[in-house]
């Protein structure tokens, strides 16, 4: 089975790759990072993103806000992008900070 990640993945790991460098040099890993170092690091992401691919933040039904008197959500483009920015991002600073898992390197 010769599966491939969707051609979203390619476009913002690289720049997750970037974020992440540029975070962990600035700063030495000394425990938890703060909701406000991610939610950062997401801006810029999604920043480079929209000059990337500007239909993203163009979400027209988004932008009306015709979903926000129902029952259920809405989940516009802006919102699954920012998701799928924070998956790539936490598991590429997890891979880096603890590369062996959860077990450590003696196990």
Known sequence: MD???PELYYRIYPKAIES??????????????SE??????IDEIYDKMVLECPEIDED?????????VTQRPFYGRR???RD???????????R???PYGFYGAEY
């Open 3 to 5: 599966y491939n990640y």
């Open 20 to 33: 992440a460098n540029k975070y962990l040099e600035e700063n030495q890993y000394g425990g938890d990072i």
């Open 36 to 41: 406000e170092d991610m939610e950062t690091m």
């Open 60 to 68: 027209p039904i988004e932008r009306r806000g015709r979903y926000r």
């Open 79 to 81: 919102r699954l992008i």
């Open 84 to 94: 799928i920015i924070s998956i790539i991002l936490i598991s590429e600073l997890i």
């Open 96 to 98: 880096r900070i603890n």
